[in-house]
Every structure is written in structure tokens, then in C-alpha cells.
């Protein structure tokens, strides 16, 4: 079967960093995407790997390691507007994306 | 630009009435999705249309149908509602089908089916 595996909720602290990993078993890849989901909002993208290794994008960085179906979404310098549920999204051989449950992001003062 | 729009933006329903969910775009994507979005679940593809014309059918078509009569618009409609049809719905579009374009999602729906 498809599977996306994130954890539920992660807590971090203003101005620190924190890491959301995503693992991922899926009928074939064609990438990666995380997307932001503010509560009562819709997904915005972020990130996007189908190569492995780090993409960065200003505070935000996406690892892909596709051996190992494994990715990693790393948030420095973290401020209260973070706070958000993060979703990984795998795209499967038939092009089409593949979700985890979303990691729900608590940041604290 | 509006990029994707959703109406209504909330709705209470009863049971076994029909309902049709409203979805445009602007940005002449040619691929548009619906998913529902419920508690401790991911994203789940409902129907989605590579073209004007086209549809296909995703992980849980069961219950709804949708059309494609031009680039723009993309409705989904439920002929009887059920409460597990409780959920929040989100119409996307990416400018190809297919592919791994970005998908861009509208401010969703949220229906309530009693």
C-alpha cells in the first residue's frame, strides 16, 4: 500500500529550530512536496525535492534521501506565524500526490 | 488575481439532499482536483480533470461526481449526502495534469451533513 508517515504534533520554542521528518512508501516517486496549512486556512506550498539532498529557501529547507524514503523539513529562526500543521506529500507513478496527516506545529514564546 | 475560488464557504445539510460545491479559477490551469481534509487524515483525492472534458476518478470518488465543461470551473456535486460526507473540501489546480506542476489550493468548504 501508500503510506505517508509524520508525527502528529511537535512543540519548539520562538527563535529556535526544529525539524518535521516525513517517511514515505508509495507506488513509485516522482517527488516531494510540503505544503503550510494555517488552522481554518487552505495548504500553501513550500518546498518541493525530487533529487536527494537539501533544497534551501530562505528559513526553510527540504532534505530528500529517496534510498531510504525519507525527508526532512527544517525551520530555523522560528517565529509565532509558524505555527501551522505541515504536510507531506508524496507523487506516486501515476502523477498523482500521495498525503501524510500533517505535523501540527506549536510554537511557544 | 483571485487564483482559486470555493463557495459556499460553509454549509449545513441535511441528509439525503443534494448539494453542489462551487470551484473557479483564473489562472487557466489546465488540471483541477477536489480533496476532503478530515481530522488525523491526509489530504484524500476525490476526482480530478487533466482537461477540459476529462475527469477521472481518485481514492474516494464514492458518492460524488463532478464535470469539466470548460477551463475554469470545476463543481462537485453529491447527489444524496451521508453524514461521513462531513468534511472540509478543498478544490486545487495545477497548470498541468499528469505532472509534478504545484498545486494550488482554494480556501475550501466545509459541509456539515446532518
Known amino acids: 500500500g501508500q503510506n505517508i508517515d509524520q508525527p502528529t504534533e511537535m512543540t519548539a520554542t520562538e527563535g529556535a529550530i526544529v525539524q518535521i521528518n516525513c517517511t514515505y512508501q508509495?507506488?513509485?516517486?516522482?517527488?516531494l512536496f510540503w505544503y503550510q496549512q494555517h488552522a481554518g486556512e487552505a495548504p500553501t506550498f513550500l518546498s518541493y525535492?525530487?533529487l536527494d539532498g537539501l533544497e534551501e529557501k530562505g528559513r526553510f529547507s527540504s532534505f530528500l534521501s529517496r534510498s531510504k524514503g525519507y525527508s526532512y523539513l527544517l525551520l530555523k529562526e522560528l517565529q509565532m506565524k509558524d505555527s501551522a500543521s505541515y504536510l507531506c506529500?508524496?507523487?506516486?507513478?501515476?502523477?498523482?500526490?500521495?498525503w501524510g496527516a500533517g505535523t501540527k506545529l506549536i510554537i511557544k514564546p | 488575481t483571485a487564483g482559486i475560488t470555493q463557495a459556499p464557504t460553509s454549509q449545513i445539510l441535511a441528509a439525503g439532499r443534494s448539494m453542489t460545491l462551487r470551484c473557479t479559477q483564473d489562472?487557466?490551469?489546465?488540471?483541477m482536483y477536489w480533496y476532503r481534509q478530515d481530522l488525523g487524515l491526509g489530504l484524500r483525492l476525490i476526482h480530478y480533470s487533466n482537461t477540459a472534458g476529462t475527469t477521472g476518478k481518485g481514492e474516494v470518488p464514492d458518492g460524488y461526481s463532478v464535470s469539466r465543461a470548460n477551463t475554469d470551473d470545476f463543481p462537485l456535486t453529491l447527489a444524496s449526502a451521508v453524514p461521513s460526507q462531513t468534511s472540509v473540501y478543498f478544490c486545487a489546480s495545477s497548470h498541468e495534469g499528469g505532472s509534478t506542476d504545484t498545486q494550488y489550493f482554494g480556501p475550501g468548504t466545509r459541509l456539515t451533513v446532518l
Open positions: 506529500a508524496v507523487t506516486n507513478s501515476n502523477y498523482q500526490l500521495i
Open positions: 508509495t507506488s513509485g516517486f516522482n517527488g
Open positions: 489562472m487557466r490551469h489546465n488540471a
Open positions: 525535492n525530487v
